[in-house]
C-alpha cells in the first residue's frame, strides 16, 4: 500500500493481537495521518452481535465515575434531583450516540476523531483530539488518586490497633503507596505498543463494577449500626446546584469517544439495530448509577465522601473486596486510558511533521517511551497533591460533556448543511435545530461546570 493511505492502526491487520472485533472496536483508534474515506475491505470483518454491542457499550460506559455518583446525588440536593436530572441528559446522550453513527455512515469513518475530522473540518478535528488526549490523562490522574483511596482504607484494615497509633512510618505514607505500585506495575503495563491483556481487563471491569453497586445497595438495606448517616436534603438549595451533579453524570455516561468503533464492528451496523444497542445500555448503566448513588446517598446524607468506598468501615469486609475489585480494574485501565490518548498524541504528531508510519518506524520506540514516562510521571505527580476524585472529575466532566453534546451537534449540523437538497424539509430543520441546541447546552455545561471546578478549587 502506498505510504500516502496510510493510518496509525486503523487497518485490520494491525489489531492481529485479538481476533474479536468487540475487544477491537472498544479501544480508540489514533488518528488518520491523511484523511480519506475507507472502503469496506478497510474496514475489516464485522463480527459483534447485538449483544455483544450491547455488553461492549455497557462496560465502557461504566467505571470509575461509579465511586463519586452518591457525592453528586448529595450535591445536586437530594434523589429526585438527582434522578431528574440523569433522565433529561439520558435522553440527549442516546441521540449523542445515534447521531455519531449517524455520521459515521456519513463520512465513510469507524473511529470519533475521524469522523469529527471528516464532517467538521481540521480545526475541529484538532480541538476534539486535544480534548481526547485533556480528558485521557485526566482520567489517568483519577485512577491513581483512587488507588491511593483504597489502599488507604485496606492498609488500615490490615494495621494492628498498636501500629495504628504509630502514623508515621515511611511505607504506609500515601504518597509512597502510589507511587510504588504505579512504578510497580502500572509503567510496565503502559509502555508496550499493544495492549492485548485488555480482553481480561473488560470483563473484570465489568464484575467488579456490579460487585461494588451489589454492596452499596445491600448495605443500604442491612445498615451497618455504627454508621451514622448525616443530613438527607430532599432539594436543592438553588436551581444552579442541581448543575453540580453534571460534571459526574457526563463522565459516567460518557462513551460516545469509544462507540463509533464499536457501531462499525457490528454484523449490521444499521441505525435502528444501534438505537437499540444504546437505548438498552444506557438504560442498563442508568440502572447501576442511580443505584450506586441512590443508595449510597441515602445511607451517608450530607456526610458522604466523593469517593462512597471511603465512607464505610475500614474492617468491612464485603467492602474491602470492592476496595480489591476496584484497585484491580484500575490498574488495568489506565494503560487502556493511557494507550488511547498516546495514540492520538502520535497522530497529531506525525500530522505535524507531514511523516506516514513507515517513515517514522526508526524513531517510534523511543518516543513512545518519552510519551509513556511523561506522561507517566505527570499524572502521578498531579495525583499525589490532588486530595479526592471530586476535583479531577468536576473538571474532567465539562470535557466529557463536549463528547457527548458539542462534537456530535457540530457532526449534525456539518453533515446536514452538506446535503444537496433542492428544497429544505421540515425534518432537515428540525435536525439542524436539534443539532444547534446540543451544541449551545454542551458548551453552557462545560462553561459552567468547568467555571464552577476552578473557582471551587482556587477558594478553597
Not at 433522565?87 to 445515534?98: K, W
Not at 436539534?434 to 471546578?453: K, N, R
Request: contains cysteine; glycine residues 8%.
Amino acid at each position: 500500500m502506498a505510504h500516502s493511505n496510510m493510518r496509525i492502526n486503523s487497518e485490520y491487520g494491525d489489531w492481529s493481537w485479538s481476533t474479536d472485533a468487540g475487544e477491537r472496536a472498544r479501544l480508540l483508534q489514533s488518528p488518520c495521518v491523511e484523511v480519506r474515506p475507507r472502503s469496506t475491505e478497510e474496514r475489516g470483518p464485522a463480527a459483534t452481535s447485538i449483544l455483544g454491542a450491547i455488553f461492549i457499550v455497557v462496560n465502557a460506559a461504566l467505571g470509575a465515575g461509579l465511586l463519586n455518583f452518591p457525592a453528586a446525588f448529595s450535591m445536586a440536593g437530594g434523589v429526585v434531583a438527582g434522578i431528574a436530572v440523569q433522565m433529561c441528559m439520558l435522553v440527549f446522550i442516546i441521540g449523542g450516540l445515534v447521531i455519531l453513527a449517524y455520521c459515521s455512515q456519513a463520512s465513510n469513518e469507524s473511529t470519533y476523531q475521524e469522523v469529527v475530522w471528516a464532517v467538521c473540518g481540521k480545526v475541529t478535528g484538532i480541538l476534539c483530539e486535544v480534548a481526547i488526549a485533556v480528558y485521557t490523562f485526566g482520567t489517568c490522574i483519577a485512577f491513581l488518586i483512587i488507588i491511593g483511596d483504597q489502599q488507604d482504607k485496606i492498609i488500615a484494615a490490615l494495621m494492628t490497633e498498636s501500629t495504628r497509633t504509630e502514623s508515621s512510618h515511611w511505607y504506609i505514607d500515601r504518597k509512597f503507596t502510589i507511587s510504588i505500585t504505579a512504578f510497580l506495575l502500572i509503567l510496565p503495563l503502559s509502555i508496550p505498543k499493544e495492549i492485548g491483556f485488555q480482553k481480561y481487563a473488560s470483563c473484570l471491569s465489568v464484575v467488579g463494577t456490579w460487585y461494588v453497586t451489589a454492596v452499596i445497595v445491600v448495605k443500604y438495606i442491612w445498615p451497618d449500626p455504627d454508621i451514622i448517616p448525616g443530613e438527607v436534603p430532599t432539594s436543592p438549595s438553588s436551581w444552579m446546584a442541581v448543575f453540580n451533579a453534571m460534571p459526574t453524570i457526563c463522565f459516567g455516561f460518557q462513551c460516545h469517544v469509544s462507540s463509533v468503533p464499536v457501531f462499525n464492528s457490528m454484523k449490521q451496523p444499521e441505525l435502528k439495530s444501534w438505537g437499540a444497542v444504546v437505548t438498552a445500555a444506557m438504560i442498563i448503566a442508568l440502572f447501576v448509577y442511580t443505584g450506586t448513588g441512590v443508595c449510597g446517598f441515602l445511607t451517608f446524607g450530607s456526610a458522604i465522601e466523593q469517593d462512597v468506598l471511603l465512607s464505610y468501615p475500614s474492617n468491612d469486609i464485603p467492602v474491602a473486596i470492592a476496595r480489591a475489585f476496584i484497585i484491580v480494574c484500575v490498574l488495568t485501565s489506565y494503560p487502556i486510558l493511557h494507550f488511547c490518548g498516546r495514540a492520538v498524541l502520535e497522530g497529531l504528531w506525525l500530522r505535524y511533521k507531514g511523516e506516514t508510519v513507515e517513515e517514522d518506524v526508526v524513531r517510534e520506540r523511543r518516543r513512545r517511551l518519552l510519551q509513556t514516562v511523561t506522561w507517566f510521571l505527570l499524572t502521578l505527580l498531579l495525583a499525589l497533591f490532588i486530595p479526592d476524585i471530586g476535583r479531577v472529575i468536576s473538571l474532567i466532566g465539562g470535557l466529557a460533556a463536549c463528547f457527548i453534546f458539542v462534537f456530535p451537534g457540530l457532526c449534525l449540523i456539518h453533515t446536514k448543511l452538506s446535503e444537496i437538497q433542492e428544497a429544505r424539509l421540515a425534518s432537515w430543520w428540525a435536525l439542524v435545530s436539534y443539532g444547534i441546541f446540543m451544541v449551545t447546552l454542551g458548551a453552557f455545561i462545560f462553561g459552567q461546570t468547568t467555571t464552577h471546578a476552578m473557582f471551587m478549587d482556587l477558594t478553597k
